[in-house]
């Protein structure tokens, strides 16, 4: 249960730190290549979460 605050005090924060327009707006301002290695590891990240949370 602990970690699970932690994780969701720390998901809580990036959400509120980086706002959707200004994170596409540094997308396209680094490049295709740097946006898609972007989007690609945010995706990873996310299926590691949840395979995290998955093996209780």
Known sequence: M???LQ????????LLV????EVIEG???????VGIF????VIA???W???RFGKK
């Open 38 to 41: 972007i989007v690609i590891a």
């Open 2 to 4: 602990k970690k699970l």
């Open 7 to 14: 994780y969701s005090a720390i998901y809580t924060l990036i």
């Open 45 to 47: 990240v996310i299926i």
């Open 49 to 51: 979460i949840i395979s």
């Open 27 to 33: 997308i396209f301002k680094a490049g295709m290549g």
């Open 18 to 21: 980086f706002t959707s327009c």
